[in-house]
């Protein structure tokens, strides 16, 4: 099975790049992304929970987060593998993602880490915010606070799939199609 996590601050293209793997490599996307705007949307308990915590650029909480993903990898029986979008943003979630896989007989194949200088990621994040309409995307002071959250928070997790000889940085910056190449390229390197 394969698994990867996409990896990189908010703006770097995780979304972009995701679908071109999944459709290449038949894999079930996870995102929590997308998962807590859904909840959000439908005015769920959980939805209102992880907003508020969206709303000040701060993550949701590890159990939260952790929950929702266990209920989404369970829903499917017998996948090629997974991608997980945005996920994990912690050494902790890491690690328990890994106890979650290990209940199905797998694991991490790898981490893809979409690399981008935090100027362009400010640049690229206030364009979608006037495209999308996202207000978190919108606000300069609540990006500044999700790429700090993320440089303090995440960037631990690099540390994680390193030790395990699972992290490989990509440049984040180009044409998509060079970026997707050198993604594929280091899939089919595992």
Do not use: W
Not at 106 to 118: D, G, Y
Not at 130 to 153: F, L, M, T
Not at 157 to 163: A, D, L, Q
């Amino acid at each position: 099975m394969l698994n990867l996590v996409l990896f990189g601050p908010p703006g770097a293209g995780k979304g972009t790049q995701s679908a071109k793997l999944i459709e290449k490599y038949h894999l079930v996307h996870l995102s929590t992304g997308d998962i807590f705007r859904a909840n959000i949307k439908g005015g769920t308990e959980l939805g209102v929970l992880a907003k508020s915590f969206i709303d000040q650029g701060q993550l949701v909480p590890d159990e939260v987060t952790i929950g929702m993903l266990a209920s989404e990898v369970n829903k499917h029986a017998d996948p090629k593998g997974f991608i997980f979008d945005g996920f994990p943003r912690t050494s902790a979630q890491a690690a328990a993602l890994d106890a979650l896989l290990e209940t199905k007989n797998t694991s991490i194949t790898l981490m893809l880490a979409l690399e981008v200088e935090e100027e362009e990621l400010r640049k690229r994040l206030l364009l979608r915010g006037a495209d999308s309409g996202r207000a978190d995307d919108q606000d300069p002071a609540i990006i500044q606070k999700r790429i700090d959250v993320y440089n303090a928070e995440t960037m631990p997790v690099k540390t994680y799939y390193s030790e395990q000889n699972k992290y490989k940085g990509i440049e984040g910056i180009g044409e998509i199609e060079t970026i997707f190449n050198a993604l594929c390229t280091e899939i089919e390197k595992a």
